[in-house]
């Protein structure tokens, strides 16, 4: 416990925002991810679903019938350590760090029950043509590049742990939907797209 204080009187953080940097947008495998306010898809209810999904059962010849249940949630999460330095000496170490990249995208998709996600081409995508009736065709971005190096220096303190790792805030869409053929029922599911907004790295240095 006293360590635990001792580190959170000792917390020195700060921000490089002009680095270009995009991690992968599946935000399942972050670290940590915190909403402000709503719901991922994960976390929907059996009676949510079953009030959800009467939105859409109004029958069409063809085509998806869309609840979109929450727009656009802010969230801001962490997606990775990137690196630990510890230094349990007496005497500071300049330490120097270089960080490569590979392809990444900002836009990740979720899909539950029997809507499909097309995992073939360089970007998922739904099944069925839903990704265009939600217009979200135009709000994902990729990056591709064979290196993105990131070179820092810095000198850590004696008795202090350096630590930098990926921080971000992105955008949440999800809800359910239903495609229509003929006036019958099939793909009916849950849908959960979510962006990037910003992202950059940040070095945190704790006392230990």
């Known amino acids: ?5 001792i580190l959170l009187l000792f917390l020195v953080m700060f921000s490089i925002k002009n680095v270009d940097v995009k991690a992968d947008s599946d935000y399942q495998a972050f670290e940590s991810i915190e909403i402000y306010e709503g719901k991922f898809l ?4 059996k009676s949510e679903y079953k009030s959800y999904y009467k939105k859409v059962t109004k029958r069409k010849f063809a085509g998806w019938r869309i609840n979109v249940v ?3 949630l802010k969230v801001v999460y962490k997606t990775e350590t990137i690196f630990s330095y510890y230094n349990d000496g007496t005497t ?29 081409g360089p970007i998922k995508q739904f099944k069925g043509g839903l990704d265009a009736k939600l217009k979200i065709t135009s709000t994902y971005e990729t990056t591709n590049k064979e ?5 820092m220096q810095m000198e850590i303190d004696p008795q202090t742990m350096a630590n930098l790792y990926i921080h971000g805030e992105g955008l949440i869409t999800n809800g359910v939907a239903c495609r229509y053929f003929m006036w019958i029922p099939f793909e009916k599911g849950g849908f959960e797209v979510f962006v990037i907004t ?3 790295y940040r070095m945190e240095k704790v006392k230990i």
């Not at 416990?1 to 204080?5: A, G």
């Not at 300049?94 to 499909?116: A, D, L, M, V, W």
């Open 42 to 45: 994960k976390d929907y209810t």
């Open 70 to 72: 929450h727009e656009d």
């Open 198 to 200: 910003t992202q950059y």
């Open 147 to 151: 290196t993105e190096t990131f070179k």
């Open 1 to 5: 416990m006293k360590k635990l204080m």
């Open 92 to 120: 500071s170490i300049k330490y120097e760090y270089k960080f490569e990249g590979t392809n990444t995208s900002s836009r990740s998709i979720t899909s539950t029950g029997e809507i499909g996600i097309n995992v073939t």
